[in-house]
């Protein structure tokens, strides 16, 4: 990203950008563990003053894989440990449905990314934020949305091969080790 402005939000993916991302889902708390520098990486964006929003598909819900109290209990475990980590999200939307349920919220259709940018009083200015995700799904919500992308490398999938499919929407997209890494970009303007 050569002209990296620096965003006043960032959305961010919650599997594979803030904790480990697994194949089987994360369906328990103990499961949830954070990346490496992803904490530290969304308390340097608080610090800046740069709102951060979650914007997730926890499909696991919608099949009947967790229930609600459980997600609840995921979601206190990562909201306790970014707070203790100096960071705050200021939004969080999630989608529960599965990929066949014709729902408007679910990544890759930009539901979810719209209500954010709405919650963080970016409606009318998308380009004022910038979604940091690891798979295809990602770029191609907030493309819909209008909103720049980076991606992160540190999920589960073929991580080239998203980047490459990804450039086919936003040929100037980067990518990054991780969200420490992403994050050094946009607060240091650094071209990639």
């Known amino acids: ?18 904790n480990f991302d697994s194949p089987d889902y994360i369906l328990a708390p103990e499961q949830w563990h954070a990346i490496p520098g ?29 229930d609600q109290d459980t997600f609840n209990d995921i979601h206190a475990k990562m909201m306790l440990a970014i707070e203790q980590a100096g960071g705050f999200i200021s939004h969080v939307a999630y989608c529960p449905h599965g990929p066949d349920d014709g729902c408007v919220c679910r990544k890759p259709l930009p539901g979810m990314v719209i209500d954010s940018l709405a919650a963080l009083g970016l409606s009318g200015s998308p380009e004022e934020a910038l979604f940091i995700g690891d798979s295809i799904r990602d770029v191609e919500a907030a493309f819909a949305a209008g909103v720049p992308a ?8 073929e991580s080239e091969k998203i980047l490459q499919r990804s450039k ?25």
């Open 150 to 157: 980076m991606l992160v490398q540190s999920g589960y999938g």
């Open 38 to 66: 992803s904490l530290e990486a969304i308390a340097r964006l608080h610090g800046a003053g740069i709102s951060v929003a979650i914007v997730s598909n926890q499909s696991g819900l919608g099949r009947g894989m967790m």
């Open 1 to 18: 990203m050569s002209d990296l402005k620096r965003p006043k939000a960032v959305l961010l993916d919650r599997d594979g950008v803030i």
């Open 168 to 192: 086919l929407l936003m040929p100037e997209i980067s990518a990054f080790a991780d969200l420490g890494a992403a994050v050094d970009a946009v607060l240091g303007g650094a071209a990639c």
